[in-house]
């Protein structure tokens, strides 16, 4: 090995020795506190909205109050919420107060004593005192511990959302069954069937989804090692579209997606130049869509193509800085013309402290952040 190899080498050693010093030593945070700016009338970065969080020492939310600006131009506090927990980190329940801290709402998360949750109580209150009780969300389990049976409820106690997990000897799901019956919507129905290996790994999944009665949607899903390779998706009887992927070390490079049902016009797909009698070309059946993405030597994401039918039309491009957080993320969409562009900035612990929107060059929005951790 050659000097500057050798000096190199120590130089990676030792930074790498200093980043994980320093994220080891993280601290727990205890607040944080978010201010949102968007452009005002006169087009400049004005604040509209903060919100105030804190945490206990175990990471749980423990206080969230949201402010809003009033046409004074002052903030003013518009809603609170105070959660608690148990001894083991639990959420037990949540306490919603308006802008002159009046209680509004309550929500109860009763346990099991096997540490499942099973239940979720919504209380609502007038003038701070209890006007209704009704129960949103409930979880059963059968006698191994395995979820069974999942249930929510709208305001009147109907069931909305049902689902139910059928499972083998090995306590491994091979059936799911659900449906989704809301309000002036058309009720939907979905059956899973999964397929495992002698090693109880995921081979194949085939989900069904129905509404109103009627085969609406149909996916096919073919594992290997439990990542997705293929994926068919039916619609209405008919090959809609086909995904295969292809992996490096576990990480997706290549996605191809071709498209069965729709042709997506490009702007050169037309010969506009050929004349009116010219004969017509005929379209094709379906597109090909393919995504590729690039890695640096750290395996962070640089960019990400996608094309359909062998032309570029989607780009995503990232940045980052010396400890692998993404400063920068580049969206070109060229078939609509658009550039959307993410920039992040980080405090000395890794958190963002500024998120900044733009679109086509022009800043839409911006979020700063400020942290307080507890002592060590």
């Known amino acids: 090995m050659s000097l500057n190899h050798t000096v190199y080498a120590l130089f990676l050693f ?33 604040i509209n909205l903060r ?16 402010f809003y600006l009033r046409q004074d131009g002052k903030l003013q506090s518009d809603r609170k919420k105070i959660h608690s927990y148990d001894s083991y980190g639990r ?10 801290n009046i209680l509004e709402a309550e929500k109860k998360i009763i346990w099991d004593s096997k540490g499942n949750k099973t239940k979720v109580e919504d209380v609502q209150y007038t003038n701070g005192q209890q006007t209704r009780t009704n129960v949103s969300y409930k979880l059963e389990y059968d006698d191994n511990g395995n979820k069974s049976t999942e249930q929510y409820f709208d305001g009147d106690g109907n069931t909305t959302r049902n ?23 058309p009720k939907k129905e979905i059956k899973v069937n999964y397929s495992r290996n002698s090693n109880g790994d995921l081979v194949k999944s085939v989900s069904v989804e129905k509404v109103n009665g009627s085969v609406y949607r ?5 594992f290997n090692n439990n990542f997705v390779i293929q994926w068919k998706k039916y619609l209405n009887g008919k090959l809609d579209s086909e995904f295969i992927n292809e992996y490096r070390d576990s990480v997706i490079i290549r996605t191809t997606r071709k498209n069965k ?33 690039e890695y640096d030597a750290y395996g962070n994401i640089v960019i990400t193509s996608q094309s359909v039918n062998g032309k570029v039309v989607h780009v995503f491009q990232y940045e980052y800085d010396e400890y692998g957080n993404c400063t920068r993320t580049i969206e070109v969409d060229k078939l609509k013309d658009l550039k959307n562009e993410e920039q992040l900035e980080y405090e000395k612990y890794g958190n963002i402290k500024k998120k900044t929107i733009l679109k086509n060059g022009k800043i839409i929005s911006r979020e700063e952040f400020v942290f307080e951790y507890f002592e060590r």
């Open 261 to 293: 049902r729709k042709v997506t016009a490009l702007p050169d797909t037309e010969d506009t130049d050929a004349g009116p009698n010219a004969p017509k070309k005929k379209k094709n059946k379906g597109d090909i869509w393919v995504t590729n993405s």
């Open 51 to 66: 919100i105030e969080q804190t945490f206990n020492r175990y990471g749980n939310v423990t206080r969230q109050e949201y």
């Open 91 to 100: 959420h037990l329940n949540t306490l919603e107060y308006n802008g002159d």
């Open 163 to 185: 689902k139910t997990w059928f499972y083998n000897k090995e306590n491994e799901v091979i059936r799911a069954e659900s449906w989704i019956d809301l309000k002036n919507k």
């Open 14 to 46: 030792t930074f790498s020795l200093l980043t994980t010093s320093l994220y080891a030593q993280k601290p727990i945070i205890k607040s944080i506190q978010q201010e949102k700016y968007a452009p005002n009338d006169d087009g400049d970065l004005a």
């Open 218 to 222: 149909k996916d096919v899903r073919i």
